[in-house]
C-alpha cells in the first residue's frame, strides 16, 4: 500500500498534470478563436429581460395588494380594480360579472402585463442608472412608473377601449391619483427588489477567480 506521503507526491502530480491539460485547452481555444463568452463583454440583455420580467410579476402583485387594501377602506369589491382592467378585453359585461373564474383570469392578466411592463423598467434602470446613487434610483422609478401610467391611460386605452368596446371604463372609474400610485408603488417594488438581487457578470467571475487562487 502506498504511504501517506507517496499519496500526496502523486495528487500533486496530478494537479499539475490538470493544470498543464486546461492550460493546454485555453491554448488551443484561443489558436482557434474560440474565446470564452462567460461573462458577458457588453450589457447582458438576457439576463435583465429574465429577471425584468420576474420583478415585474412581484411589482404587480404589491401594486395589486396596495388597490386591494384601498378598496376595502372605501367599502368597496377587494378586486374592484381588477373588474374595471377586465373591462378592456370584456367591456362593460365585466363590472356586472362577479364569476370568481373571471377574477382569477383577470388576477393573471394583471401579473403577466406587470411582467412585461418589468422588462422594460429593467432594461433602462439597469442600462443607464446601474451605478446612480438609491435616491437617484428611486426618483427615476417614479419618473417612469408615472411615464408608463400616461402613456397606458392616455395614449393608449383613451382612444383604444371606446374604438372597441363603445365605453372608457378604465380612465372613468380608476382616479388618476389611485392609478398613478398604483404604478409608483409598482416600479418602487421592482427596484428595491432588484436592488437585492443584484448581479453583476464580471463581478461574479472576479471574485471566483479570487477564491480559486487563495485556495490554490
Partial sequence: MMTNDEKLQKARILQ???????????????????????????????????????????????????????????????????????TFPMGEAALKSDADTILIIGVILYIVTGSMLGVLFELIMAKYFKDSSLMQKALVAIGISVAIWVVNFFAIISWMQPMLFGGSWILEMIPWWVAALTHIVFGLTMLLIGEWGHFEATDYKRQAMVRNQSSS
Fill in 16 to 86: 499539475d498534470e490538470a493544470a498543464a491539460l486546461l492550460r493546454s485547452i485555453e491554448e488551443e481555444r484561443t489558436q482557434t478563436g474560440d474565446v470564452d463568452n462567460w461573462p458577458p463583454k457588453s450589457f447582458y440583455w438576457w439576463y435583465h429581460i429574465t429577471s425584468g420580467a420576474i420583478l415585474g410579476g412581484f411589482g404587480s402583485i404589491t401594486s395589486l395588494l396596495f388597490n386591494i387594501i384601498g378598496s376595502v377602506i372605501v367599502g368597496k369589491h377587494p378586486l374592484e380594480l381588477i373588474r374595471v382592467f377586465m
